[in-house]
């Protein structure tokens, strides 16, 4: 299995900024996509950004220009650097993993817990 630890949300006014990281462990025989979704109350969880492992990014449209993702491959981590950040992109932010397994071959799709951002007007 793999593990993702997120870390870096928190509260923040409007137009601020905050970074997030996500760290992946455990038996990776490759990781071939990172993402951050992201699920506010009483809604549906939506991608937020996604980037390949060889730097191919997609984001949502809402978010384009504002943030930024990013990944580490030697660390096995990613980033979401979040600028200009409004009140609506208050949710719970979760990281997600996609790849090969190194002992069984087998592919796994893998969840973070979660992190608080919550952005004031």
């Known amino acids: 299995q793999v593990q993702l630890v997120e870390s870096g949300g928190g509260l923040v006014q409007a137009g601020g900024s905050l970074r997030l990281s996500c760290a992946a462990s455990g038996s990776i025989l490759s990781i071939n996509a990172m993402g951050w979704y992201r699920q506010a109350p009483g809604k549906q969880r939506e991608l937020v950004a996604l980037i390949t492992r060889s730097g191919t990014t997609n984001y949502a449209d809402s978010v384009k220009g504002r943030f930024t993702i990013s990944r580490d491959n030697a660390k096995n981590t990613v980033y979401l650097q979040m600028s200009s950040l409004k009140p609506e992109d208050t949710a719970v932010y979760y990281c997600?993993?996609?790849?090969?397994?190194?002992?069984?071959?087998?592919?796994?799709?893998?969840w973070g817990q979660g992190t608080q951002v919550t952005v004031s007007s």
């Open positions: 997600n993993a996609k790849g090969v397994l190194l002992t069984t071959r087998i592919a796994y799709n893998d």
